[in-house]
């Protein structure tokens, strides 16, 4: 049997999850909720590659996304972080949806599930 292994574990959840060569991360909300959807959206991402990278991944290899979004009518510009972001010819499977997020503050939560 295969073992899982959890980063970041609190009492409610972990950040991450791998197993079986599957990296599963919790939704990643920012910490600034002073800045715009595209500028909350890099912050998120910027979080998103580092544990991608702890886990021994990268966004290439990112296999599925899930984007919750506060209000749908800025998804413009969370786009444009977005295309910034993702690695061209590896865009991944992804979904976004509008979504009350549990913190007021935030503009976007994103889940990502990732090879190693």
């Given at each position: 049997?295969?073992s899982?292994?959890?980063?970041d574990?609190?009492?409610r959840?972990?950040?991450?999850?791998?197993?079986?060569?599957?990296?599963?991360?919790?939704?990643?909300v920012?910490?600034?909720c002073?800045?715009?959807?595209?500028?909350?959206?890099?912050?998120?991402l910027?979080m998103?590659?580092?544990?991608l990278a702890?886990a021994?991944?990268?966004k290439?290899?990112?296999?599925?996304?899930q984007i919750?979004i506060?209000?749908?009518s800025?998804?413009?510009?969370?786009n444009?972080?977005?295309d910034?972001?993702?690695t061209?010819?590896?865009?991944?499977?992804?979904?976004?949806?509008q979504a009350?997020l549990?913190?007021?503050?935030w503009?976007?939560e994103?889940?990502?599930?990732a090879?190693?």
């Amino acid at each position: 049997m295969s073992s899982i292994e959890r980063f970041d574990v609190g009492p409610r959840l972990s950040d991450m999850a791998v197993h079986q060569g599957v990296v599963y991360l919790a939704g990643q909300v920012p910490n600034d909720c002073s800045k715009d959807i595209t500028g909350q959206t890099q912050e998120v991402l910027d979080m998103i590659d580092a544990l991608l990278a702890r886990a021994g991944s990268d966004k290439s290899k990112i296999l599925r996304a899930q984007i919750y979004i506060a209000d749908i009518s800025e998804i413009s510009g969370m786009n444009l972080a977005w295309d910034a972001w993702v690695t061209p010819g590896h865009t991944p499977p992804r979904a976004t949806v509008q979504a009350a997020l549990a913190n007021p503050g935030w503009k976007v939560e994103i889940v990502i599930t990732a090879a190693v």
